[in-house]
C-alpha cells in the first residue's frame, strides 16, 4: 500500500513539474494607434476608418479577444490571445471609428494631453472624450503639451519638465473626473528620472512605445512603469500581424 502511494504521489508531482513547465504564460498584446483620416498617404501612424476595419477584422478573425484595461487589471485577461487598443494624442476622428470600436465591444485607452484639448479645433473636446468615456473607453496621461519628458528636459527646464507631469496629470484628471494612474510616454522617451517623478506625481502604470508582448499580470516583464506597446504604423501592421499570426507569441530570432 505504501508503495502505491508514493508512486500515486510521485506521479502528482511529476504531473505538477510538466505542467508548470508547459503552462502558458498570459499576455495581451498591446497596440498604440493615432488618427483615423484616411487622406494621408504620408503620414505612416494614421489609418483610414476602413483600414481600421481591415485590421479589427484581421485581429478577430485570428481569434484574439479585444479586452479592456480593467479586466487586465482584474486578472480576467488569460491565454496569448488577447489586445488591448490604445490611441493617443486625442485626435477628434476617435469618433469616426467609434461605432466600429463599440460593434467589437472595444473599450479603448484614450491618452490625451490637455494642452491641445478645447484648443485645436482636431482635437476631441473636453466634453466628447466624456462621452467616450462614459461609453468604456480609458482617459490615461499624456503629458500637459506633449514634450520629450526625459532626463535632457529635467537638466535643462525643470519647470517644464514638472509641468509636463504634476500639472499635466492634474488637467487630465479634471477632464477624466476622477484621479488618473496611467499614462503613456510622449514619443516613447523616458528617463529614470520621468518614472521617478511619475511614482510622485500619482501613476501607477506607463506605458512605452517599446515593442514586446506584454505578460500578465501586468507588473510582470518590466514592471508597471514600462509597459510594453506596439505603435501601429503602415510599415509596422505586416510585422505586429506577424506576432498575431503567431498567437499573440514574439517570433524567435526578432
Ligand atoms: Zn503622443
Not at 93 to 116: C, E, G, R, S
Request: glycine share 8%.
Amino acid at each position: 500500500m505504501i508503495f502505491v502511494r508514493i508512486l500515486r504521489r510521485l506521479l502528482f508531482l511529476l504531473l505538477v513539474f510538466f505542467s508548470s513547465l508547459f503552462a502558458s504564460q498570459d499576455s495581451v498584446v498591446i497596440l498604440c494607434y493615432h488618427s483615423f483620416i484616411g487622406n494621408k498617404p504620408d503620414n505612416h501612424y494614421d489609418f483610414s476608418v476602413s483600414q481600421m476595419s481591415n485590421h479589427i477584422k484581421t485581429i478577430s478573425s485570428l481569434g484574439f479577444r479585444f479586452v479592456s484595461w480593467q479586466e487586465i487589471l482584474d486578472g480576467k485577461v488569460k491565454g496569448a490571445k488577447n489586445v488591448l487598443i490604445t490611441v493617443d494624442d486625442g485626435h477628434k476622428t476617435i469618433n469616426d471609428v467609434w461605432p466600429l470600436f463599440k460593434a467589437y465591444k472595444i473599450k479603448p485607452m484614450l491618452f490625451i494631453y490637455p494642452a491641445i484639448v478645447d484648443r485645436k479645433s482636431n482635437t476631441c473636446t473636453t466634453s466628447n472624450l466624456r462621452v467616450l468615456q462614459d461609453q468604456g473607453a480609458v482617459l490615461g496621461g499624456h503629458g500637459w503639451n506633449h514634450l520629450f519628458i526625459a532626463q535632457k528636459l529635467f537638466d535643462e527646464d525643470i519647470v517644464a519638465f514638472k509641468r509636463e507631469i504634476y500639472y499635466g496629470r492634474k488637467k487630465t484628471s479634471l477632464i477624466a473626473r476622477k484621479e488618473i494612474d496611467v499614462f503613456a510616454y510622449p514619443f516613447g522617451v523616458y528617463s529614470d528620472v520621468t518614472l521617478e517623478h511619475l511614482k510622485l506625481a500619482g501613476y501607477k502604470y506607463a506605458f512605452t512605445i517599446d515593442k514586446g508582448v506584454q505578460p500578465l499580470p501586468i507588473s510582470k516583464g518590466r514592471g508597471p512603469l514600462l509597459i510594453h506597446r506596439y505603435m501601429v504604423t503602415f510599415y509596422s501592421w505586416k510585422s505586429i500581424r506577424k506576432i498575431l499570426e503567431n498567437g499573440g507569441l514574439e517570433i524567435a530570432g526578432k
